[in-house]
C-alpha cells in the first residue's frame, strides 16, 4: 500500500540548519529511516539512542553522508530496563542536557510489546514506552523552555499507535502495550497544558512491517499482519507523519499542541478514555511521583 498523501519530505521539510533534534532508538527500523530523512535537510546537531553502537556508527556514517555539516552524536541507551542508560550515571544525564541545550526537537519512538516486569518493578512495557521516556522529557526541558526563549519553536513529537483506548487496570499482553499507549497521548495533552511555550504532539505513523513486527513471535506476527492487512504501508513512508509534526511550518493560529495525528497531519478524534482529563491528571501526578527519585 502507498501512503495516500500530497505530503513529500523532499520539498515540505525545509531547512533545519539552526535545528537540534533528539530521536530515542535510531538505530534501526523508523527511527533510522527518521534520522536518515532528516539529514537531507542538514539540522545542526542530531542525537540518538539505542543500544547497538556498531548499527549507530553505521547510521552515523549512512547519515553523514547526506550531510556532512551536521553534528551527528549516538548516545547509549538501554530502556531495558526503564531508566538505567538514561539516568543510571549523572554524566549520561548531563551529555543530554549539555549536548541539546539549544533549540531541541524531541522525537520518541515506539518499542514494541514485550511482557514481565522491568528491574525497578514496573510493568515492562509501560516502563519502556512511557516511564523511560517521561523522565527523558523531564531531563530535556529546561533545553526545550530555553529554545522557546530565543526562536519559539521547540517541539515534543510522541510517537502513538491505534491501539484499544483502555483504562488502565487491564490485564493481557495486548491491552497493556494500549495502556502504555495512552498514557503516551494523555501526556502529550498534559505537557501541552503544562508548558505551553513549545509543541506537544502525539501521532500515529502509520503501519510499516518494521523489525517490531518481524521480531515478534510467529503468532503475534501472523496476527498483527492480518489485522493489518492492506493498511501497510513502506518504512520510508511511516516516517513522514513523525517528520511533518517535528519540521511543519505552524502558524500562531494553528492549534496542534495536544493533538493526536494520523497521516500526514490529519487531527483525530479524541475517544472516551484519551479525553480523560481526571485520569490525565491522575496520571500526571503517579508519573511525577514515581520520576522524583531520579532527579
Same mark, same amino acid.
Given at each position: ?32 529511516? /527518521? ?5 537531507? @535537510? ?6 540518538? /539512542?539505542?543500544?547497538? /553502537? ?56 515506539? @518499542?514494541?510489546? /514485550? ?7 514496573? *510493568? ?8 523511560? @521516556? $517521561? ?9 526545550? *523552555?530555553?529554545?522557546?526563549?530565543? %526562536? ?84 520510508? %513512508? ?18 496542534? $499542541? ?19 482529563? *481526571? ?12 520520576? *522524583?527519585?531520579?532527579?
Amino acid at each position: 500500500m502507498v501512503l495516500k498523501t500530497d505530503y513529500d519530505p523532499a520539498k515540505d521539510i525545509p531547512d533545519l540548519a539552526s535545528k537540534v533534534i533528539v530521536i530515542t532508538g535510531g538505530t534501526a527500523g523508523s527511527g533510522k529511516q /527518521t534520522i536518515l530523512t532528516l539529514s537531507k @535537510h542538514a539540522p545542526s546537531h542530531l542525537l540518538f /539512542t539505542g543500544r547497538n /553502537t556498531k548499527a549507530a556508527n553505521e547510521v552515523i556514517d549512512e547519515a553523514q553522508a547526506l550531510s556532512p555539516s551536521t553534528i551527528f552524536s549516538f548516545i547509549p541507551c538501554d530502556h531495558w530496563p526503564v531508566f538505567p542508560h538514561i539516568n543510571s550515571s549523572r554524566c549520561e544525564r548531563d551529555t543530554l542536557q549539555n549536548r541539546a541545550h539549544r533549540r531541541p526537537n524531541l522525537q520518541r519512538r515506539h @518499542h514494541g510489546r /514485550t511482557t514481565g516486569l522491568s528491574k525497578d518493578g514496573y *510493568e515492562i512495557q509501560f516502563a519502556i514506552n512511557f516511564l523511560a @521516556h $517521561a523522565l527523558l522529557i523531564r531531563i530535556l526541558l529546561p533545553a526545550l *523552555e530555553e529554545t522557546f526563549a530565543t %526562536e519559539a519553536d521547540a517541539r515534543i513529537v510522541l510517537l502513538d499507535l491505534k491501539t484499544p483506548q483502555e483504562n488502565l487496570d487491564l490485564g493481557s499482553k495486548w491491552l497493556r502495550y494500549a495502556q502504555s499507549k495512552l498514557a503516551m497521548m494523555l501526556y502529550a495533552k498534559l505537557l501541552a497544558k503544562r508548558y505551553p511555550n513549545f509543541a506537544s504532539i502525539a501521532i500515529h505513523p502509520g503501519i510499516a512491517l518494521t523489525g517490531l513486527v518481524e521480531d515478534q513471535l510467529f503468532g503475534d506476527r501472523l496476527w498483527l499482519k492480518t489485522a493489518t492487512f492492506g493498511q501497510n504501508i513502506p518504512v520510508q %513512508e511511516g516516517v513522514y507523519n513523525a517528520c511533518w509534526a517535528a519540521t511543519a511550518r505552524i502558524g500562531k493560529d494553528q492549534r496542534v $499542541a495536544g493533538g493526536m495525528f494520523q497521516p500526514v497531519g490529519i487531527r483525530t478524534r479524541d475517544t472516551k478514555f484519551s479525553s480523560d482529563e *481526571e485520569l490525565a491528571e491522575r496520571l500526571w501526578e503517579w508519573t511525577e511521583e514515581q520520576l *522524583e527519585s531520579y532527579k
